[in-house]
């Protein structure tokens, strides 16, 4: 499949609008075994020190793992979560405005035979193709999404985004963020894109 990368000037834009275009756009990631690649079904955008849901919250500096966040849009943040899954952020903004957008789930567009092994439990049993990609940790197992991606610009050749289906606003739900009641009021901020 020929993809066509989304440009650098994509990722400076205002991290909401960014989160609702990535609705639709292509996830490819390629790796010794072979490509993956999704089409992004859900998002949620973290605007900076002054949401509390954001990981550079009340930061005025980088600071470890947010290092990446201070940087220029276009890089990758991934991290890890409850000590076993990664997560993919798109880094948005121009440097020094720590903003960034969970990919949250995806539809497999290529690769699938890869993703189902990777997401294969213990006891063999496979996730139906609907469920692979169905959330963020399983998304990055299923895709090969590593923190050794950390940093990685997305126009690259490992880790990219591209151009992908246009998602109409009637195809789009916008809700608040998930799991995140530690942020009080920011919790109720429809800053999550889902399509429908």
């Not at 923190?147 to 606003?169: I, K, M, N, S, T």
Request: one cysteine or more; charged letters at 25%; a positive charge.
């Amino acid at each position: 499949m020929e993809y066509v990368k989304l440009p650098k000037e994509f990722y400076l834009a205002d991290t909401l609008t960014v989160a609702r275009r990535l609705l639709g756009c292509y996830l490819v990631c390629r790796s010794p075994q072979g490509v993956t690649a999704c089409r992004i079904t859900e998002t949620e955008a973290y605007c900076g020190p002054e949401d509390k849901a954001c990981h550079a919250y009340k930061r005025k500096a980088p600071n470890g793992r947010t290092n990446v966040m201070y940087q220029e849009g276009g890089c990758a943040y991934v991290y890890l979560i409850y000590g076993m899954y990664n997560c993919f952020n798109v880094v948005t903004r121009p440097a020094g405005q720590p903003e960034a957008v969970l990919v949250r789930a995806g539809e497999p567009m290529e690769g699938l035979e890869l993703m189902r092994q990777r997401r294969k439990s213990p006891k063999g049993r496979i996730p139906k193709d609907k469920d692979l990609l169905s959330g963020p940790g399983k998304l990055c197992r299923a895709m090969d999404i590593t923190r050794e991606l950390y940093g990685q610009p997305l126009w690259g050749d490992v880790l990219f985004l591209a151009q992908g289906e246009a998602v109409g606003e009637e195809q789009v739900a916008v809700t608040p963020r998930i799991n995140i009641d530690y942020a009080g009021e920011d919790a109720k901020l429809p800053y999550r894109f889902v399509v429908k």
